[in-house]
């Protein structure tokens, strides 16, 4: 396969980006665009210098892959369209709404012998493939993704948006079963979960403490890692991962701080998932987040949100008028 033939369905925020690295990669020719705004999608096809579909259905037959960054209530449906005429798949995450259509997906995907790629981003930030050589055995991890509130991804709550990044690269750290979970969150400005944390505590003794929220003053996207010996820091939005271990020093008995730190801020995340998948799609090669690795992610996330959930229930029948707190409450 020489040249790939690509396409992006769902050309919002995230897949205009899509977009845009698919029109400056080489060995790959950007077909088209969908949207269900036409204006949207004619205006991202007149910057990439493509064609715009008014229907993605259309623009199947002439792909070899897409990127789905439609909302996710619609991500089995355009999956299983694309699967079915056995065209690789990039979904974004989350995956689905669902741990069934996950599960129809990658049942899908194997019988057609599809890529099928999950968005998760943060795997391919360079600070995080540089912190993995440097892990142990972590026993606390403490991660915070906070944000300014932006009028987008609000058709899921802050856990689907932005919890499932560090959910994922938790699961992808810690070699162990997930045994509890303990979680506290709450709606401030929409009707879904805008700020929560969750305790993920695993077999094997490492605890992770995950702290989320998209109604912020600031931006801080940050994990650190403790484990013998070492303690790791993470700064996804700097792409540097900082390593601080203890040294004997030569002429004090008492042990000093021995830091390194490695930064990465050329280096473009999503132009490195991109690259992935294409090469994926050419090679055969299997995905750095695969579908199995997205369910995963999904179904702890959607733990967390339920048990967030029967929370807020709980607080609704205890105060007078508890629904209407949950309510949209912009002013």
Same mark, same amino acid.
């Given at each position: 396969?020489?040249?790939?033939?690509?396409?992006?369905?769902?050309?919002?925020?995230?897949?205009?980006?899509?977009?845009?690295?698919?029109?400056?990669?080489? @060995? !790959?020719?950007?077909?088209?665009?969908?949207? !269900?705004?036409?204006?949207?999608? !004619?205006?991202?096809?007149?910057?990439?210098?493509?064609?715009?579909?008014?229907?993605?259905?259309?623009?199947?037959?002439?792909? /070899?892959?897409? =990127?789905?960054?439609?909302?996710?209530?619609?991500?089995?449906?355009?999956?299983?369209?694309?699967?079915?005429?056995?065209? /690789?798949?990039?979904?974004?995450?989350?995956?689905?709404?669902?741990?069934?259509?996950?599960?129809?997906?990658?049942?899908?995907? +194997?019988?057609?012998?599809? !890529?099928?790629?999950? @968005?998760?981003? +943060?795997?391919?930030?360079?600070? %995080?493939?540089?912190? $993995?050589?440097?892990?142990?055995?972590?026993?606390?991890?403490?991660?915070? #993704?906070? =944000? *300014?509130?932006?009028?987008?991804?609000?058709?899921?709550?802050? %856990?689907?948006?932005?919890?499932?990044?560090?959910?994922?690269?938790?699961?992808?750290?810690?070699?162990?079963?997930?045994?509890?979970?303990?979680?506290?969150?709450?709606?401030?400005?929409?009707?879904?979960?805008?700020?929560?944390?969750? #305790?993920?505590?695993?077999?094997?003794?490492?605890?992770?403490?995950?702290?989320?929220?998209?109604? =912020?003053?600031?931006?801080?996207?940050?994990?650190?890692?403790?484990?013998? @010996?070492?303690?790791? =820091?993470?700064?996804?939005?700097? $792409?540097?991962?900082?390593?601080?271990?203890? &040294?004997?020093?030569?002429?004090?008995?008492?042990?000093?701080?021995?830091?390194?730190? *490695?930064?990465?801020?050329?280096?473009?995340?999503?132009?490195?998932?991109?690259?992935?998948?294409?090469?994926?799609? #050419?090679?055969?090669?299997?995905?750095?987040?695969?579908?199995?690795?997205? $369910?995963?992610?999904?179904?702890?996330?959607?733990?967390?949100?339920?048990?967030?959930?029967?929370?807020?229930?709980?607080?609704? &029948?205890?105060?007078?008028?508890? $629904? /209407?707190?949950?309510?949209?409450?912009?002013?």
């Amino acid at each position: 396969m020489d040249t790939i033939r690509v396409g992006v369905i769902g050309v919002g925020y995230l897949g205009r980006f899509h977009a845009q690295k698919y029109r400056d990669m080489r @060995g !790959v020719e950007l077909v088209g665009v969908v949207d !269900v705004d036409g204006g949207r999608a !004619v205006e991202v096809a007149g910057e990439c210098a493509t064609r715009a579909f008014d229907d993605y259905r259309d623009m199947l037959a002439l792909v /070899d892959a897409v =990127s789905i960054a439609v909302p996710t209530v619609h991500h089995h449906a355009v999956a299983t369209a694309c699967l079915e005429q056995k065209i /690789d798949i990039l979904v974004e995450k989350p995956m689905t709404t669902t741990i069934e259509e996950a599960n129809d997906l990658i049942a899908m995907a +194997e019988e057609m012998k599809c !890529v099928l790629q999950v @968005g998760h981003l +943060e795997r391919f930030n360079p600070a %995080v493939m540089a912190m $993995k050589p440097l892990l142990t055995h972590p026993l606390f991890i403490e991660a915070h #993704r906070i =944000s *300014q509130f932006k009028n987008r991804s609000t058709d899921v709550d802050v %856990v689907l948006d932005l919890m499932i990044h560090d959910i994922d690269i938790i699961l992808s750290i810690v070699d162990a079963p997930l045994t509890s979970i303990h979680t506290v969150g709450a709606p401030v400005i929409t009707g879904l979960t805008d700020i929560a944390n969750a #305790r993920l505590i695993f077999e094997n003794g490492c605890t992770a403490n995950v702290t989320v929220s998209r109604i =912020s003053l600031d931006t801080i996207r940050r994990m650190r890692i403790f484990q013998p @010996g070492t303690y790791l =820091s993470v700064d996804f939005a700097a $792409k540097e991962v900082m390593s601080v271990r203890l &040294k004997k020093g030569e002429a004090d008995p008492f042990p000093l701080p021995d830091i390194t730190r *490695q930064g990465f801020p050329d280096q473009d995340v999503l132009e490195l998932e991109l690259n992935d998948f294409i090469t994926n799609v #050419r090679t055969r090669g299997k995905p750095e987040v695969s579908g199995l690795e997205g $369910k995963r992610a999904l179904e702890v996330a959607l733990r967390v949100v339920r048990q967030i959930n029967e929370n807020r229930a709980r607080v609704e &029948k205890m105060l007078p008028g508890g $629904k /209407d707190l949950f309510r949209n409450n912009f002013i």
